[in-house]
C-alpha cells in the first residue's frame, strides 16, 4: 500500500509529497521499484518492521506507477486494486503495476520553484499547474497581460506557460478563466533561477564508442583469464580510437562517450576488476593518457562510464569476501545474504578448465547468496548505505576528472539511492558534466544530482512515433511539451539519442534511411545535447537476432561499405547544430503538429531555425513564415517529399 505523509516545500518541484509503501513481510530483502527508477532494483531498499517492508520516498505530485521486487522477483502492490499494465518501449517492460496517485488537492499551482520560474538564455519560463479542465485559459500578469499558451496534459493536470524576453526579478500573479468565472491566483515577486550546468556541455555532439568495437590500434597479447559473453572480444582498444579522431574531427562531432575501459573479464567492461587502471586489452593507462591529451587539443571532451551499482566478482574486494567469508574486511561493502556467498560447486566449476562461455552459462543456474545487477553472478551489487562504498566511488570518479575526462556517464544510476548521487555531485568540480543512466522518469534524478539523464522517455516517444507509428503528432508535441513541464531547464542538458549500446540500431528499427534520418533531423534541432553511437554515421547496421549484442557490431572501416548519403545528411545537421545558438538554447515553438507531420521553430535573439519533418508516405505542402521568405525566393509554400525534411535557418 501506499501513505501521503504530507508535503514540504521544495526549491525544484515548488513541493513534494512524503509517501511511505509497504507491503507484508516476506522474503530476505525487497526493494521498492516503479516509474522513477525504471523497476529496478538498488535504489530504494525497503527496511522490515512491525511485519512490514517500508520505505519512505519524495515524489513530485502527478501519477507514479509502481510494484515490489521480493527476493529479486516483482510483483504489483497486493493491497493496492488499482493496477494497469505499464509498457515501455525503450527498455522493454510490460507488466502489471500498481498506481500511485499523488496530489495535495489544489485546483491551481505554482511556486518559484526551478521547474515554475526560470531564466534560461535570456528569457525567463513562467510555468502555472491547474487540475485537468479546471482552466479554460490563463494570463500571467506582470509589466503585461500576457496570455499563456496551452503546453501539455498528463493524467491529472494541465500545464500553462508564458516566456518573457528578460531576466530578473519578477512581481506577477495569475489571472484565470475557469468557465464559470474569472479569478486572480497568486502574488509573486522572485528572481527566476538558473540551472547549474557546465557551460561547455551546450554546443557538442557526443559521440558514443565501444572501445572494443571501434578499431584496433595496438598487437593484442593473450587475454588470459576472461569470461566471453555474447560474440565476445573483438580488439578495439583506445590506441585504436586516437588513430581515428581524424574522422570524428571530420564528421563534426566534438564529445565523446566511452563505454567503460578498465581493467575487466568482459569485452563490455561493465564487470569492473580495477577502477584505478585502464585496461590492458585497451593499451592501459599510458594509452589513456595520450588519448585525452590528443583530445583536449582538438577541444574533444570526454566523459567516461562510472559503473557504481555493482562491481566484478573478481573484484580484489569481492574476491576477499569469497576467500573470508564473514571475517573479510569487504563484508559490508556488499549486499550479502550468507555466508559463503557462493557454493563448493560454483568455485569447483568456475576454476574447471571448461571454455569460458560454457563456463558462464553453467554458473548462471548456480545459487549465490549476494545480490547482483538482474540475477549476473559476474555483478555483485554494492552496498550503497556504507561510507566506504560512498568515499571508494568519489574517489575513482575524481581520480580520473584529474587524469583527463571531462565528466561521467553513470551506469545504472537508477539503481543506486538517489541521495548518494547529490553527495557525489557536491563533491565534483563544477565543470564536471554528469549524466546518469535513468530509463524512465528522471525528475527524482535531477537538479541536484545529475545534469541531465540519458533521455529514455524522449526516447520513448521517438520510438512510438518514428519507429512504430504509435502516436500522432499531436500526442507527440504533448508528450515532448510534458518533458519540458516536468524537467524545466534541465531538459536543455539532457543526453538525447536515437540508439546506444543497449538498444537496437535505429536505422535497424524503421528499416529505411530516408525515415533514419527524418529521426536524426529531429534529434539535431531538438532541445537537449544530441549523441550519435559510433557508425550511425556511415549507416551500420545492428546483427540481427543477437538481443542486446544487436546494436554492438564492429565499426567498419572500408569505405566502400559507407551510406555516403545517410554520412552527408549527417555531417550537414552536426554543422548545423554546432554553429547555431538557436538549436543549443533556443526558444522551441511548435507551429504545426498534425497526423504525420511535424512544423517547429527554434529562435534565440535574431536567430531562426524553422524544420519541418514529413513522416508520411504522401507530399505535404509546408506554409513558411515571413522571416525566412528571403532564403525561398519569396515562396510562402514549399513542398515536401515523403520521408523527407528541411531546415531554414535565417538570421535578421
Keep these: 500500500m501506499y501513505k501521503i505523509f504530507g508535503f514540504e516545500s521544495n526549491e525544484y518541484f515548488g513541493r513534494v509529497a512524503k509517501v511511505e509503501f509497504s507491503v507484508p513481510s516476506r522474503g530476505s530483502y525487497a526493494y521498492l521499484v516503479g516509474s522513477f527508477n525504471a523497476f529496478n532494483e538498488g535504489s530504494f531498499r525497503m527496511r522490515r518492521e512491525a511485519g512490514r517492508w517500508r520505505i519512505r520516498v519524495e515524489l513530485p505530485e502527478g501519477i507514479w506507477y509502481y510494484g515490489f521486487s521480493i527476493d529479486g522477483k516483482y510483483a504489483p502492490d497486493p493491497e493496492n486494486p488499482e493496477k494497469i499494465t505499464y509498457r515501455r518501449l525503450s527498455y522493454k517492460f510490460e507488466r502489471d503495476v500498481s498506481v500511485a496517485k499523488i496530489s495535495a488537492g489544489d485546483d491551481f499551482y505554482h511556486e518559484p520553484a526551478l521547474t515554475y520560474l526560470y531564466s534560461f538564455a535570456n528569457r525567463t519560463h513562467v510555468l502555472l499547474r491547474a487540475v485537468k479542465g479546471k482552466a479554460i485559459s490563463t494570463y500571467l500578469i506582470a509589466d503585461e497581460r500576457i496570455e499563456m499558451r496551452k503546453k501539455a496534459s498528463d493524467e491529472f493536470f494541465d500545464y500553462f506557460e508564458a516566456v518573457l524576453p528578460r531576466t530578473g526579478e519578477l512581481s506577477y500573479h495569475f489571472e484565470i478563466d475557469t468557465g464559470e468565472g474569472t479569478i486572480e491566483y497568486g502574488n509573486f515577486t522572485a528572481e527566476p533561477r538558473e540551472l547549474q550546468v557546465p557551460k561547455w556541455v551546450f554546443d557538442r555532439v557526443f559521440y558514443q564508442i565501444m572501445p572494443d568495437r571501434f578499431e584496433r590500434g595496438i598487437i593484442k597479447k593473450p587475454l588470459g583469464r576472461r569470461i566471453e559473453t555474447g560474440l565476445g572480444h573483438h580488439g578495439g582498444d583506445l590506441v585504436g580510437i586516437a588513430k581515428r579522431l581524424g574522422h570524428l574531427e571530420e564528421l563534426g562531432v566534438n564529445a565523446l562517450y566511452l563505454t567503460p575501459i578498465f581493467e575487466s573479464m568482459t569485452y563490455h567492461g561493465y564487470d569492473i576488476v580495477d577502477y584505478f587502471k585502464v585496461a590492458g586489452k585497451f593499451g592501459g593507462n599510458e594509452a589513456f593518457r595520450e588519448l585525452a591529451g590528443e583530445l583536449k587539443r582538438r577541444d574533444i571532451k570526454l566523459i567516461l562510464d562510472g559503473v557504481f551499482h555493482h562491481t566484478s566478482f573478481f573484484h580484489p574486494y569481492f574476491q576477499d569476501v569469497v576467500k573470508n567469508g564473514g571475517e573479510s574486511r569487504y563484508r559490508d561493502f556488499y549486499r550479502i545474504l550468507k555466508f559463503p556467498v557462493v557454493s563448493e560447486d560454483f568455485l569447483r566449476v568456475l576454476n574447471s578448465n571448461e571454455p569460458p562461455e560454457r563456463k558462464y552459462q553453467r554458473l548462471k543456474k548456480l545459487r549465490q547468496n549476494y545480490e547482483n545487477f538482474f540475477s549476473v553472478w559476474l ?115 539532457m543526453y538525447n539519442f536515437l540508439d546506444n549500446h543497449d538498444v537496437e540500431r535505429f536505422l535497424d528499427l524503421v528499416g529505411d534511411e530516408q525515415k533514419y534520418l527524418c529521426a536524426l533531423a529531429f534529434l539535431m534541432t531538438y532541445k537537449g545535447i544530441p549523441a550519435l553511437f559510433y557508425g550511425d554515421e556511415i549507416g551500420l547496421r545492428g546483427m540481427g537476432a543477437f538481443g542486446m549484442e544487436s546494436p554492438r557490431t564492429p565499426m567498419r572501416w572500408e569505405k566502400e561499405a559507407w551510406n555516403t548519403e545517410i554520412l552527408g545528411v549527417t555531417k550537414a545537421l552536426i554543422q548545423l547544430r554546432r554553429t547555431s545558438k538557436a538549436l543549443q538554447l533556443g526558444l522551441f515553438r511548435p507551429i504545426k503538429f498534425k497526423g504525420r507531420l511535424l512544423v517547429y521553430e527554434r529562435t534565440y535573439g535574431n536567430e531562426h531555425v524553422l524544420v519541418a519533418i514529413n513522416y508520411s508516405p504522401n507530399a505535404q505542402e509546408v506554409k513558411i513564415p515571413r522571416v525566412y521568405l528571403p532564403i525561398t525566393g519569396g515562396l510562402r509554400y514549399l513542398p515536401l517529399e515523403p520521408w523527407s525534411f528541411l531546415v531554414l535557418a535565417s538570421v535578421h
Design 379 to 493: 555483478m555483485p551489487r554494492l552496498n550503497h548505505d556504507n561510507p566506504q562504498v560512498r568515499e571508494f566511488i568519489v574517489r575513482v570518479m575524481k581520480h580520473w576528472l584529474e587524469k583527463g575526462a571531462d565528466g561521467w556517464r553513470l551506469d545504472v544510476a537508477h539503481g543506486v539511492p538517489p541521495e548518494l548521487w547529490r553527495e557525489v555531485r557536491e563533491r565534483m568540480p563544477e565543470d564536471a558534466y554528469l549524466i546518469g543512466e535513468v530509463m524512465d522518469d528522471a525528475r527524482p534524478w535531477l537538479f541536484d544530482k545529475f545534469h541531465g539523464t540519458m533521455n529514455y522517455p524522449l526516447y520513448e516517444a521517438i520510438l512510438r512515433f518514428f519507429v512504430r507509428g504509435e502516436m500522432n503528432a499531436e500526442e507527440f508535441l504533448n508528450w515532448l511539451e510534458l518533458l519540458s513541464a516536468y524537467y524545466g531547464p534541465a531538459e536543455y542538458s
